[in-house]
């Protein structure tokens, strides 16, 4: 367990209504991501961060924006939702694993089951 | 054509089986991870690589860097392993992953 939350857990929402999901740490990692996870599609990355203000764009990053104002604290916000958004909704963070120092092990939270109506 | 390609997509076994995953890639990687996930339920990290091989309990990894393939093994199948099984490689900076579609394993009593 690598101390991390993820709220709300489970979220119906209508079309074209904003929406923010948060991801916590408690262990002042560095980077941190939002992914998202489909049938027939798997998990695709949808943007991450390397600090504090320091964010960039994954493969699937249309419609969503992010915001890192503190190391602890990733949110993801869906600006105006739509239905090819239902989805499940997943933060990871990267930890330095043991031995080689580029390797870094991921840790995901819970996840957030998002319904976009 | 994925980066990161996992077969089969679906496997059932019968309990105490010795069970395959296969992995392949086609880019330049530092690291490659499986996870696994079980219906419903979070993803866990089960191994990182970056060569040779590495084993917890029953499950086994390994990888060839030269072609490009990792495999999962479990060895004494139960059916508590049954689950997803996602492949995934770490390349580039910032150590952000590209995962592979999954294989989804059931393991009968």
């Known amino acids: 367990d690598a101390g991390i939350t993820q709220s709300p857990r489970h979220k119906v929402t209508e079309t074209g209504t904003p929406v923010t999901l948060r991801c916590h740490q408690t262990?002042?990692?560095?980077?941190m991501y939002w992914y998202r996870q489909d049938p027939g599609h798997g998990l695709r990355l949808i943007h991450y961060s390397y600090g504090v203000k320091d964010t960039d764009k994954g493969e699937v990053s249309d419609g969503y924006s992010v915001s890192r104002s503190k190391t602890e604290d990733f949110l993801l916000t869906l600006e105006s939702a739509t239905s090819s958004q239902t989805s499940v909704y997943f933060c990871a963070i990267s930890i330095p694993g043991q031995g080689a120092k580029s390797s870094y092990e991921q840790y995901f939270g819970p996840g957030t089951r998002l319904t976009v109506t | 054509k994925n980066e990161v390609e996992q077969s089969p997509q679906n496997l059932t076994a019968q309990e105490g089986e010795f069970i395959t995953i296969n992995c392949s890639y086609s880019v330049g990687i530092s690291a490659l991870h499986w996870l696994q996930q079980h219906p419903g339920g979070g993803i866990v990290s089960l191994f990182m690589l970056s060569s040779g091989k590495k084993k917890h309990g029953r499950l086994i990894a390994t990888i060839n860097i030269q072609e490009k393939h990792s495999s999962l093994h479990i060895t004494a199948s139960h059916p508590r392993d049954s689950a997803v099984y996602i492949c995934?490689?770490?390349?580039?900076?910032?150590?952000?992953?590209?995962f592979g579609k999954g294989t989804l394993l059931t393991v009968n009593p």
């Open positions: 262990e002042n990692h560095r980077y």
């Open positions: 995934a490689v770490t390349k580039g900076s910032n150590y952000k992953l590209t």
